[in-house]
């Protein structure tokens, strides 16, 4: 005989009854130069759709970043914890790959090229330190536990996770369990959080596909693709108005579902000073 459940009638609502409880939609600074400007909202004005830019990622949005080693991801999130850290905002920042006291150093170099003072803001910066301690890799229950303490002991409303593969090294195929639970985690806890994750060599370089497939950007509320391209050949240097030798990075936002997004790829550039900043979009430089 079937079994019979009861329904979840706790979980149904009318959208009159949720107006009160939906989000609203703001920006929150991305620290790095040209991204801001690349998601916006709309509104409706005299009948007519009005784009308004955001300035910044969308509050409370869990954000994918996905690209190849040396693309500029982890200091895109650099960028993010110093700018917000800078406006005020304590952040999180769990450090999977390199234990805390590189994490440090290059925070503090980050600042510098930012142009920020890191005397000022270093005591709202929290580092997680799940590189050092495997138990944070290891154990979600343990992760979140001492991810809830930060957040309710510094008042924490952004965090970053570099890089979130690592929680799933070796067992890629509970990825899209462990994103899931991460993602319910930190939207409970109202964060806008940044997942840096990393791609394997046989995946589509301008794709959403990271470690574990599709996982995290089938979850997360955005997704961003950064890719490295070495010029090699005549034809790519025609192509990339660049010299041969010359490493071309490129940025596009792949998704967003809590807002608009710029769709084009834009050239993305490095200063010597390891400064992350948004170029022109790559069709500009095609059709000089």
């Known amino acids: 005989m079937a ?10 609502s ?36 009005v ?19 040396d693309t500029g991801k982890s200091l895109i999130a650099e960028q993010f914890a110093i700018q917000q850290a800078d406006l005020g905002n304590p952040i999180a920042f769990v450090t999977v790959e390199s234990p805390a006291p590189f994490i440090v150093t290059a925070l503090q170099q980050r600042a510098f090229q930012m142009g920020v003072n890191f005397s000022e803001i270093e005591g709202r910066i929290i580092i997680i330190d799940a590189a050092t301690y495997g138990s944070l890799r290891e154990n979600l229950s343990v992760l979140f536990d001492t991810l809830a303490h930060a957040i309710k002991t510094y008042g924490v409303k952004n965090t970053v996770i570099d890089s979130v593969t690592g ?5 890629e195929m509970m990825a ?26 046989g995946h589509e370089e301008l794709t959403a596909e990271a470690a574990g497939g599709f996982a995290i950007s089938h979850i997360a509320d955005c997704t961003i693709v950064v890719v490295k391209h070495l010029i090699t050949s005549y034809y790519d240097a025609r192509i990339y108005k660049r010299p041969l030798g010359e490493m071309v990075r490129l940025l596009r936002v792949d ?13 993305l550039e ?19």
Not at 16 to 39: A, W
Not at 276 to 286: S, T
């Open 3 to 12: 079994e019979h459940y009861e329904p979840l009638v706790e979980s149904i």
């Open 14 to 49: 009318l959208l009159t009854e949720l107006k009160d409880k939906q989000v609203e939609i703001r920006g929150v600074s991305t620290g790095v130069p040209g991204l801001d400007e690349m998601f916006f909202t709309t509104r409706l004005e005299n009948g007519r759709a």
């Open 51 to 69: 784009i308004q830019p955001l300035g910044g990622y969308p509050e409370r949005a869990i954000i994918h970043l996905t690209g190849a080693s």
């Open 167 to 171: 929680l799933y090294e070796a067992k």
């Open 176 to 201: 899209r369990q462990i994103v899931r639970s991460l993602f319910h985690f930190l939207k409970k806890w109202q964060q806008t959080a940044l997942f840096v994750s990393q791609k394997r060599s």
């Open 255 to 267: 998704g967003c579902r809590m807002c608009g997004h710029d769709t084009d790829t834009h050239f």
């Open 270 to 288: 490095i200063t010597p000073g390891g400064l992350v900043k948004i170029g022109p979009k790559l069709q500009e430089i095609l059709v000089k």
